[in-house]
């Protein structure tokens, strides 16, 4: 086996340290994003799973701005937020400002034309390769950067050392030190102490194995290899013969699954830094969830998102002046403190603030510190083109009919095979 081959959330309490939440140099009132019209609107904000963006961090700015009224909902998944997007996009019917998931973001930018252009003014404020993917072949900045999703392992403290595992974080990163398959050994140990799955999802699994993955179902000149990409095959095999034996659900985001984040009836979830505030959100009271400085094979990045602003809304120049103000290094900063969604803008990754971040719920745990490490132990940026989407989603699905018993693993790629072909 190649070892290289592999939010419904309630809005978390803001639980860092008070040092975490204002850069330094950077006054919460700063109004390069405030929008200038005095006509009283307002914005609507689609959002999904849980960006930080709290209703006290909104109404900051309506604050700032008492004009302007701030209307945010949120879908329950990515999933939710892409059909609706691809289904109205052009069309109308849009919020002012849509968030779009980096999975589905290639997807997005086919349409650039259709979604407003960022002022100058911010170009540069982000990681390099963040950018980019938002700057269409025209070079217009068509998304404003959310947050970028470096790796580690949270952990139920107390289920594991009811299981006879180290507890403690050190202790943790050193337990999980290796490949896929070594988790996996340790996902074993789990379930023979315990007769419970250590791992929340087998889907979750297959995410981190294939963000690791170079290129997944398509190269960068169109070819699909998605079915004869040995990466791929080698890395569906370990998810079905040993990830679905330890995984309490096959997918993430049902009802069942954010409520056995209180009840224990899994241990490990891989974690993004988004994933805090999921957790937190959905497990207010359970005191036991820390999180561990590891990640097998090394690193891997989850998610990061954009705000975008359809070209064909209302109030497109206010839109842009409140995205602009959401991504800022300021409030990505506070919705990393109400979330744990790790910014992406320079000044805010380079901030003193951010090293030192500490997060209350996860046990005091050193989130900035251990994110940063996280996010420097990420050596590959999977090739994701409009494509992707639909080939992971459905290579997801095999994965869970395999989960659900209603098909073997060898027959289930074999339908995965014929729905590639078909699309």
């Not at 989407?389 to 459905?394: I, L, Q, R, S, T």
């Amino acid at each position: 086996m190649n070892s290289r081959a592999f939010r419904r959330s309630a809005v978390a309490v803001a639980a860092f340290s008070a040092s975490a939440i204002v850069l330094a140099g950077c006054a919460s009132g700063d109004s390069e994003g405030s929008a200038s019209t005095d006509e009283e609107i307002t914005l609507t904000v689609a959002t999904f799973n849980d960006f930080g963006y709290t209703d006290e961090l909104l109404q900051e700015y309506m604050d700032e701005n008492p004009n302007i009224t701030i209307e945010h909902t949120r879908a329950a998944e990515s999933g939710d937020a892409r059909a609706n997007y691809f289904a109205k996009l052009g069309k109308g019917g849009l919020a002012d400002i849509e968030a779009v998931e980096i999975d589905w973001f290639a997807e997005a930018m086919q349409y650039s034309d259709l979604l407003a252009e960022a002022p100058d003014s911010v170009k540069g404020r982000w990681l390099d390769w963040k950018e980019a993917a938002a700057t269409d072949g025209d070079g217009r900045l068509v998304g404003f950067g959310t947050d970028i999703g470096p790796q580690g392992i949270c952990y139920r403290a107390d289920l594991f050392e009811a299981a006879g595992l180290p507890s403690d974080r050190e202790g943790v990163a050193e337990l999980f030190d290796g490949d896929w398959e070594h988790f996996l050994d340790v996902a074993d140990q789990y379930r023979e102490a315990t007769g419970k799955p250590m791992v929340d999802s087998a889907n979750s699994v297959l995410q981190g194995i294939v963000n690791q993955i170079e290129f997944t179902y398509t190269e960068p000149d169109g070819t699909v290899i998605a079915t004869e990409n040995p990466e791929i095959a080698e890395a569906y095999q370990l998810v079905t013969e040993r990830g679905v034996p330890n995984a309490a659900y096959a997918g993430q985001w049902s009802d069942d699954w954010f409520a056995s984040m209180a009840n224990g009836e899994f241990a490990t979830m891989l974690c993004p830094g988004w994933m805090l505030g999921v957790i937190s959100g959905n497990a207010p009271d359970v005191t036991g969830w820390d999180i561990a400085d590891v990640f097998p094979n090394g690193g891997g990045n989850w998610g990061g998102s954009y705000l975008t602003v359809p070209a064909d809304g209302e109030n497109v120049d206010a839109a842009l002046a409140l995205a602009d103000w959401l991504t800022a290094p300021e409030q990505q900063m506070k919705a990393f403190a109400n979330a744990g969604t790790f910014p992406s803008q320079l000044e805010a990754l380079d901030s003193a603030e951010l090293a030192s971040a500490t997060n209350e719920y996860f046990n005091d745990a050193p989130t900035g510190e251990i994110l940063s490490s996280r996010a420097a132990g990420v050596t590959v940026a999977p090739y994701k083109d409009a494509e992707y989407f639909k080939y992971h989603d459905a290579l997801q699905n095999a994965v869970t009919r395999v989960f659900d018993g209603v098909e073997d693993a060898d027959t289930s790629w074999d339908t995965w095979v014929n729905e590639v072909g078909a699309f």
